[in-house]
């Protein structure tokens, strides 16, 4: 086995740490959202926003889309290192992947906080 | 050039129509693949969610675009993409853990993965349809 420290440099650690995370929180959530919604009365707007209403629930809702959104800005930025071979193109795309997240999770809050 | 750099002309077999992928190969694409498609999809999510807590007038438009049979087929496969990407997860974060790393045991887990996300994604889509 090869020896070597595995932290401080670009190997990768965080983001496979960061990856694995996220997941485990936003499985988590997934359980008690299905809950949550399982035990409106109704579907109408009423039950439905007061579901998110909660103090509670909302910052929940809202961390799950941040780990939603870093999760998929790991598992997409692998998807193109593995497909896309031009640096310059690929490093363009990863550009673009995050400016798209920071504008998502603006997007979350503002859904959120306007209830 | 010394021997060490010279490569040898070694075959390549890359035909994606022949490969047969073993069952724990299938769940690992399907996991990309699904992942891939839930990305390309969150804008949409966003826009639904967005309608749907906006205001009784937004949630009525928020039921009138989900009450659509096409959109209902969409959202059937990304139901199915995130209840797959959610099974076949807490599968590689158990291989994480060297749990299930012998060749029956992530077989059968795969088998597990593929079947259990297949029902979860027909019970669920049932009550929602």
Not at chain 1, 57 to 68: P, S
Not at chain 2, 77 to 89: M, N, R, T
Request: aromatic content about 16%.
């Amino acid at each position: 086995m090869v020896k070597r420290i595995v932290v401080g440099a670009h190997y990768g650690l965080r983001d496979w740490i960061g990856q694995r995370a996220t997941a485990v929180y936003m499985a988590i959530y997934t359980v008690i959202f299905a809950f949550a919604a399982l035990s409106l009365p109704e579907m109408s707007y009423e039950a439905w926003s007061g579901l998110f209403s909660g103090g509670l629930m909302r910052f929940l809702t809202f961390l799950f889309f941040l780990a939603l959104f870093y999760h998929a800005w790991i598992g997409v930025r692998d998807i193109f290192m593995d497909y896309i071979k031009p640096t310059g193109v690929r490093l363009a795309l990863h550009v673009v992947i995050l400016f798209l997240l920071v504008g998502y999770a603006g997007w979350a809050a503002q859904i959120l906080w306007r209830l | 050039m010394s021997d060490a750099t010279v490569r040898k002309p070694r075959p390549k077999f890359l035909a994606l129509n022949e490969i047969r992928l073993p069952l724990p190969g299938i769940v690992s694409i399907l996991h990309r693949i699904s992942g891939a498609g839930l990305f390309l999809f969150l804008p949409f999510l966003l826009f639904l969610f967005d309608r749907s807590l906006g205001s009784p007038e937004s949630f009525a438009v928020y039921k009138s675009v989900v009450s659509n049979w096409f959109i209902k087929l969409i959202l059937f496969g990304l139901l199915w993409a995130y209840l797959h990407h959610f099974c076949a997860g807490i599968r590689f974060l158990l291989l994480d853990l060297h749990k299930g790393l012998e060749l029956e045991a992530a077989r059968n887990s795969s088998r597990i993965v593929l079947i259990v996300s297949l029902v979860l994604t027909l019970v669920v889509g049932v009550m929602l349809w």
